[in-house]
């Protein structure tokens, strides 16, 4: 039962952008075992004067925040797993559409953006139809991906 | 058999000892006892942590209950051998240990700083109708534990024509699709013997019948797609109009979810183009099943049912009867049990147990009932509540190593399994699937 709020974009690769931190949010609510969980994200930049190539992604999860490093193409689901953030279980089956223990809830206009580009597929629609809080904003994290312009994609 | 669990290896536990570290006992190696394992390392990075499980080897349903053409959804046993690999001092596995036989729940409580109960939940309701002691007649799980190679099964008879499933869940689903798609299975981790009988088998007719209506259908809409896609069947759903009606008033009034499920059943009613192939999976519903006929040699012949909307008896031919009408609580010796006769619990996971800090978490908590990552929400606040309960800086307890060696406890530890793997994974691949599953490990057990 963890509630993955507020995924926040980034933009790194361009020189003249500055560096904006994606951040996703986990709400995690530990008392109450029949909450399940979701990722819910809005947009939220921090900006600093130097650019790079890799952005920093902070998760935040209820009154906990977890940052990992992420690179271009990277899907959420890479940055938790190969920052070995503490969410034991996220993304059990790898990424292969077969559970949704990745599941994420965009802010709508994240959701939109990603939505014109990288529309959630009938398997990815099935996963998510067994994520605890499914929201009309929902996706799975191994489905999105930190994209060129910086934005997840 | 799922709630057998694990004992360990002694040589771990003496390491462990001998830090001043909180002791948890986790009885089952699936994933409700795992994925709390993981989080707990997390929370409390001195922790010892001694797993349990009846079986001969790990990882419970993962292993024994998820089918074999759903190969992605056991990836999550690779974050389960990092629990082990990461933490060989800390993380001891001690399988084919019964707890309540071997090791009395007394035991564990006096020798362990917590205990989480993680041992799955259950034996199958049994069908009781008359007729039900027919021969061939089997529960689904024993039909999914057969055909995942669990010790000592019983293999069914598919040399007749017509099966007919009772049960509209997913495990009616996975035996229908087992038999009706063997051919996608030969790379997979399904031992040889089932193997071979699936893709012997005569069936020609699958006959999948829900007591209630299409309304009400506890399938997983991936699974129920899996079934419609099976090219060399016809499967379809076969709808009175009141029963159409029903779905479409459902439909109409139901959330994301059970729109997009009863679409896909929509989709696939009866028709024409939807029974081309001579093979068929038929879903009908309204079935309550009345009574089994036997032929002389006392195998199942034929299935009756009342079919609810007729309102008459209906007589189904069958060669093999499966059926999947729920489960039955097992609950350990020695723990409290509630009015529902479900483990008796103080909130969502603390057993009422005032002599000792008890845990419970997955299907032996709340019953068979959700997909993996409903067990894995639950194990992650399940270990916060261990967490926060683990004394700190006490004496350590002694865990029951030295118990199980002193009765002689032939358990299997982690790097025992570890060279089991591998050694099914290299019989697998030289017959080009994933691993080949050992069978029977009386060999194995009777070494050392």
């Known amino acids: ?61 209820g009154d906990q925040t977890f940052t990992g490093k992420a690179k271009l193409g990277d899907s959420l689901l890479d940055v938790i797993v190969d920052n070995d953030l503490p969410l034991d279980g996220y993304g059990a089956c790898e990424g292969t559409l077969a559970c949704c223990t990745c599941h994420v809830i965009l802010s709508k206009e994240h959701f939109d953006r990603v939505d014109k580009t990288n529309p959630a597929g009938e398997e990815e629609l099935d996963m998510l139809d067994l994520a605890p809080e499914l929201s009309d904003y929902s996706r799975l994290g191994c489905q999105i991906r930190v994209e060129k312009r910086g934005w997840w994609v | 058999m799922f709630c057998r669990v694990v004992a360990t290896s002694s040589r771990y536990l003496t390491l462990s000892s001998a830090r001043n570290a909180p002791r948890v006992a986790v009885v089952g190696s699936g994933p409700a006892g795992l994925f709390t394992c993981a989080t707990l390392l997390r929370r409390v990075p001195s922790c010892v942590i001694d797993v349990f499980d ?88 024993d039909f999914v534990s057969w055909y995942n190679g669990v010790p000592d099964t019983q293999a069914p008879k598919l040399d007749g024509k017509n099966a007919v499933i009772i049960g509209n869940g997913n495990v009616a689903l996975d035996c229908a699709r087992m038999i009706s798609s063997s051919d996608n299975l030969q790379t997979t981790d399904i031992p040889k013997e089932p193997l071979e009988i699936l893709s012997k088998s005569q069936l020609s007719k699958i006959t999948i019948a829900g007591r209630r209506g299409p309304q009400n259908v506890s399938f997983t809409i991936k699974e129920l797609r899996e079934q419609f896609k099976v090219s060399t069947w016809s499967s379809f759903v076969s709808l009175r109009d009141s029963e159409l009606e029903d779905l479409q008033k459902a439909l109409a009034s ?24 001579t093979k068929e999976c038929n879903f009908v519903f309204n079935h309550v099943p009345v009574s089994v006929e036997k032929n002389n040699e006392n195998f199942v012949q034929s299935v009756r049912f009342n079919d609810q909307i007729a309102q008459k008896e209906v007589s189904y031919p069958c060669d093999l009867l499966i059926y999947s009408i729920g489960y039955e609580n097992i609950i350990l010796d020695g723990l409290p049990v509630n009015e529902n006769g479900s483990l008796k619990l103080l909130d969502e996971c603390r057993v009422d147990v005032s002599s ?93």
């Open chain 2, 356 to 448: 000792a800090a008890v845990f419970a978490c997955g299907w032996c908590s709340h019953g068979p009932r959700g997909v993996i990552v409903d067990t894995q929400q639950q194990s992650v606040a399940v270990a916060q509540r261990i967490a926060e309960i683990l004394p700190s800086n006490l004496e350590t307890k002694p865990g029951v190593s030295s118990l199980l060696e002193s009765r002689g406890i032939r358990y299997i530890s982690w790097k025992e399994w570890c060279s089991i793997d591998e050694e099914e994974r290299r019989a697998g691949h030289e017959m080009g699937k994933i691993r080949e599953k050992i069978l029977h490990f009386e060999p194995i057990l009777s070494r050392k």
């Open chain 2, 54 to 141: 009846a079986a001969p080897v790990p990882f419970g349903l993962v292993r024994y209950g998820v089918a074999p053409d759903h190969q992605e959804v056991k990836n999550c046993i690779h974050g389960f051998e990092k629990i082990f690999n990461d933490h060989p001092n800390q993380a001891n596995l001690f399988c084919n240990v019964n707890i309540g036989r071997d090791v009395k729940l007394q035991e564990l409580f006096d020798n362990y700083d917590a205990v989480l109960l993680a041992y799955g939940a259950h034996r199958p309701r049994r069908l009781k109708i008359p007729g039900y002691d027919a021969k061939n007649v089997i529960s689904g799980s």
């Open chain 1, 1 to 61: 039962m963890f509630r993955l709020g507020r995924l926040i974009a980034t933009a790194s690769t361009s020189i003249t952008l500055p560096r904006i931190t994606s951040t996703l949010r986990l709400r995690f609510r530990l008392n109450t075992i029949n909450d399940s969980t979701s990722l819910r994200c809005s947009a939220r930049s921090l900006s600093s004067n130097a650019p790079k190539k890799i952005d920093s992604v902070h998760f935040v999860c």
């Open chain 2, 254 to 277: 139901g959330d994301r979810r059970k729109k997009r499920l009863f679409q896909v059943m929509l989709d696939n009613l009866a028709s024409p183009a939807k029974t081309r192939q």
